[in-house]
């Protein structure tokens, strides 16, 4: 089993910034792609970002310019840091990894960091 621990959300006002991360561990053989997703009340979970081993990176259209998504392979942890937030961007964002356990790839979601943001 492999669990994914987010942190780093809360409240901000307009313009501000913030650094969520996630830590994956468990049974771990390698990670695939990990990502970010949110889902605002009402609405469907939409991709942010994720980010592959090999570091190649993919944004939705929203947030690009804004949101920087990075990882430390040593540490099983990807990070989303958020320039310039918006009051849409309000969300529960949740993580998301593929990982491998050595014979078959699983994908793990981790239990949502919320982020707010308004004046």
């Known amino acids: 089993q492999v669990q994914l621990v987010e942190s780093g959300g809360g409240l901000v006002q307009p313009g501000g910034s913030l650094r969520l991360s996630c830590a994956a561990s468990g049974s771990i053989f390698s990670i695939n792609v990990m990502g970010w997703y949110r889902q605002a009340p009402g609405k469907e979970r939409e991709l942010v970002a994720d980010?592959?081993?090999?570091?190649?990176?993919n944004y939705a259209d929203s947030v690009k310019g804004r949101f920087t998504i990075s990882r430390d392979n040593a540490k099983n942890t990807v990070y989303l840091h958020m320039n310039s937030l918006k009051p849409e961007d309000t969300a529960v964002y949740y993580c998301?990894?593929?990982?491998?356990?050595?014979?078959?790839?699983?994908?793990?979601w981790g239990q949502g960091t919320q982020v707010t943001v308004s004046s």
């Open positions: 980010i592959n081993s090999g570091s190649s990176t």
């Open positions: 998301n990894a593929k990982v491998s356990n050595g014979i078959s790839w699983y994908y793990y």
